[in-house]
């Protein structure tokens, strides 16, 4: 039986009915979406599956809609688990059940529709918060562990579980809370993981140090941030040697005082120019490491791990992200690398359109419609990102549009925890505005997106911040 105690153990009994349900299965198909988390989902339960002896495909679909699920219906599967997405959809997946095209298992942590299902697995229905508590990796981790056999524990599938909770920003309070807590603790004491207390930039594998600097946009240090000479002429007058063989290094060639050194430099220079104190305390976080993979790698540190495959899945190429979550260091690898080149030019050009263009302000909302000039699946990630940047307003949430197809528009929200805690449910703001003109959407409180027609885009904007105004006063 599992050696170790289940990691979340509010989830332990839906987690052994999905189990049970897979294990009765003659094949299952394993469908997930095309990001970070939905591949680090698919990875570990395609992983789960395949140690459990339980014969499966896996598809990738980039929403989940009444088309791609009858998609899926078409595929003559008796069971399909769902990952990463699921739970907004059931009406339409409750109306195949209904049919009896397939029987659905569902791990996923987005808001839940009003139909239910008998296996679903998803930390809102125990009062775990889904945004910020457990990813759809997280939940794919939970099933993981309750399809372990006598055999042996699928502890050390917590690595991927915790690239999947980064990547869905889950740490943006500087390290991971509640139930990914406890995966992460699962993968510590499997020896995947390390975490520490480490400066809170990303990067820190790969970049350059004057990279590491110049880019960092979540804390912004004047005569630093956003400026190559600036960031190389601090990096020249700390008593470390920045170079080597004429090199930079980076963070993870630096020994321990070094860091130490650098760390306490860039601390005394914010608040040398004025840079608030909690925004001090954001340059320290948690970081995850995971050990078995190659210091100096996009792999190594769950952020940049994460990135690597937004680069693959939003691009068409989730293929490439899997064959790397399940262990290829060669090709797939080299791919995904050639993906992520493009994949950072993307973001920045993306980035600083916004900034050129700036965004029309409403009373409770900011908003900014890229048409083509940013591609619809990272629209979403530039909208955080300028939100986290100093050229929007932080004390209002962001809506992103971008042509979708000839008629349609892919609608991307993001605010942050502290309208969150103020009252703001962007889930249920994409919900019932998209539904309000014929579209439809979902997500998290924090985050959360929707498609609509072109043509009602005002409308949209009229509602959603109507709503937003309700969800605020
Ligand atoms: O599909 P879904 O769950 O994967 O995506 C979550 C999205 O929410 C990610 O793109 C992530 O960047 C965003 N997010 C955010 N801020 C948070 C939490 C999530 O922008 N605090
Ligand atoms: O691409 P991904 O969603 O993983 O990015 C997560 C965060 O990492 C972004 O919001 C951004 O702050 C940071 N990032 C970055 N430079 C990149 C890619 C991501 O600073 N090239
Ligand atoms: O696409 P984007 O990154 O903006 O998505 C933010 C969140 O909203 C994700 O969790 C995504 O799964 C969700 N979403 C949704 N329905 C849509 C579009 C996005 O539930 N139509
Ligand atoms: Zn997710």
Same mark, same amino acid.
């Given at each position: 039986m599992a050696v170790a105690d289940p990691p979340v153990p509010e989830l332990t009994a839906r987690a052994n009915a999905c189990a049970d349900r897979l294990r009765a299965a003659d094949r299952v198909l394993l469908a997930s979406h095309i990001d970070a988390d939905g591949l680090t989902s698919g990875a570990i339960a395609s992983t789960a599956l395949e140690r459990a002896g339980i014969d499966h495909e896996v598809v990738f679909e980039k929403q989940l809609d009444a088309e791609s699920i009858a998609g899926i219906a078409a595929r003559e599967f008796d069971v399909v688990l769902f990952t990463d997405f699921g739970s907004g959809?059931?009406?339409? $997946?409750?109306?195949?059940?209904?049919?009896?095209? !397939?029987?659905?298992? $569902?791990?996923?942590?987005?808001?839940?529709?009003?139909?239910?299902?008998? !296996?679903?697995?998803?930390?809102?229905?125990?009062? =775990?918060?889904?945004?910020?508590?457990?990813?759809? #990796?997280?939940?794919? /981790?939970?099933?993981?562990?309750?399809?372990?056999?006598?055999?042996?524990?699928?502890?050390?599938?917590?690595?991927?579980?915790?690239? *999947?909770?980064?990547?869905?920003?889950?740490?943006?309070?500087?390290?991971?809370?509640?139930?990914?807590?406890? =995966?992460?603790?699962?993968?510590?004491?499997?020896?995947? =993981?390390?975490?520490?207390?480490?400066?809170?930039? /990303?990067? &820190?594998?790969?970049?350059?140090?004057?990279?590491?600097?110049? /880019?960092?946009?979540?804390?912004? =240090?004047?005569? @630093?941030?956003?400026?190559?000479?600036?960031?190389?002429? !601090?990096?020249?007058?700390?008593?470390?040697?920045?170079?080597?063989?004429?090199?930079?290094?980076?963070?993870?060639?630096?020994?321990?005082?070094?860091?130490?050194?650098? #760390?306490?430099?860039?601390?005394? &220079?914010?608040? #040398?120019?004025? @840079?608030?104190?909690?925004?001090?305390?954001?340059?320290? *976080?948690?970081?995850?490491?995971? @050990?078995?993979?190659?210091? *100096?790698?996009?792999?190594?540190? @769950?952020?940049? !791990?994460?990135?690597?495959?937004?680069?693959?899945?939003?691009?068409?190429?989730?293929?490439?992200?899997?064959?790397?979550?399940?262990?290829?260091?060669?090709?797939?690898? #080299?791919e995904a690398r050639r993906l992520l080149r493009n994949h950072r030019k993307n973001l920045s050009e993306g980035l600083q359109w916004v900034k050129n263009e700036g965004v029309t302000e409403e009373e409770n909302l900011q908003w900014f419609d890229a048409g083509s000039r940013i591609r619809e699946t990272i629209v979403g990630i530039v909208a955080g990102m300028a939100l986290g940047s100093p050229a929007l307003d932080r004390s209002k949430p962001v809506i992103a549009f971008a042509e979708e197809s000839a008629e349609e528009l892919k609608v991307s929200s993001r605010g942050s925890h502290a309208l969150v805690r103020q009252g703001l449910d962007l889930s249920a703001v994409m919900r019932e505005a998209s539904q309000a003109v014929g579209g439809d959407g979902g997500g998290h409180d924090v985050a959360a997106g929707a498609t609509i027609a072109d043509r009602e885009r005002d409308a949209f904007v009229a509602e959603a911040d109507r709503l937003v105004g309700e969800q605020l006063s």
């Amino acid at each position: 039986m599992a050696v170790a105690d289940p990691p979340v153990p509010e989830l332990t009994a839906r987690a052994n009915a999905c189990a049970d349900r897979l294990r009765a299965a003659d094949r299952v198909l394993l469908a997930s979406h095309i990001d970070a988390d939905g591949l680090t989902s698919g990875a570990i339960a395609s992983t789960a599956l395949e140690r459990a002896g339980i014969d499966h495909e896996v598809v990738f679909e980039k929403q989940l809609d009444a088309e791609s699920i009858a998609g899926i219906a078409a595929r003559e599967f008796d069971v399909v688990l769902f990952t990463d997405f699921g739970s907004g959809q059931l009406d339409s $997946i409750a109306e195949h059940e209904d049919r009896g095209d !397939f029987v659905p298992v $569902i791990a996923d942590h987005h808001q839940p529709g009003d139909r239910d299902t008998e !296996f679903h697995l998803n930390p809102l229905l125990e009062g =775990i918060n889904g945004a910020s508590e457990l990813s759809g #990796a997280g939940a794919s /981790y939970v099933l993981a562990r309750a399809l372990e056999g006598p055999d042996g524990d699928n502890r050390d599938l917590a690595a991927l579980a915790v690239v *999947g909770a980064v990547g869905d920003m889950q740490d943006s309070d500087g390290g991971l809370v509640g139930a990914n807590e406890a =995966i992460v603790a699962d993968g510590v004491d499997a020896g995947v =993981i390390e975490a520490q207390t480490d400066l809170d930039l /990303y990067g &820190r594998q790969t970049r350059p140090l004057p990279k590491l600097l110049e /880019y960092a946009s979540d804390v912004k =240090i004047p005569g @630093v941030s956003n400026d190559e000479a600036g960031a190389i002429a !601090f990096l020249t007058d700390l008593d470390v040697d920045v170079k080597r063989d004429g090199e930079w290094r980076r963070w993870v060639d630096l020994d321990g005082e070094e860091r130490q050194i650098l #760390a306490s430099g860039l601390m005394r &220079r914010a608040v #040398a120019s004025g @840079v608030p104190a909690d925004r001090i305390e954001a340059l320290v *976080g948690t970081s995850y490491t995971l @050990v078995d993979e190659e210091p *100096g790698t996009e792999l190594r540190d @769950v952020s940049e !791990f994460s990135t690597l495959l937004n680069a693959t899945a939003r691009y068409e190429r989730a293929d490439v992200g899997l064959a790397v979550c399940l262990g290829d260091r060669g090709d797939a690898l #080299a791919e995904a690398r050639r993906l992520l080149r493009n994949h950072r030019k993307n973001l920045s050009e993306g980035l600083q359109w916004v900034k050129n263009e700036g965004v029309t302000e409403e009373e409770n909302l900011q908003w900014f419609d890229a048409g083509s000039r940013i591609r619809e699946t990272i629209v979403g990630i530039v909208a955080g990102m300028a939100l986290g940047s100093p050229a929007l307003d932080r004390s209002k949430p962001v809506i992103a549009f971008a042509e979708e197809s000839a008629e349609e528009l892919k609608v991307s929200s993001r605010g942050s925890h502290a309208l969150v805690r103020q009252g703001l449910d962007l889930s249920a703001v994409m919900r019932e505005a998209s539904q309000a003109v014929g579209g439809d959407g979902g997500g998290h409180d924090v985050a959360a997106g929707a498609t609509i027609a072109d043509r009602e885009r005002d409308a949209f904007v009229a509602e959603a911040d109507r709503l937003v105004g309700e969800q605020l006063s």
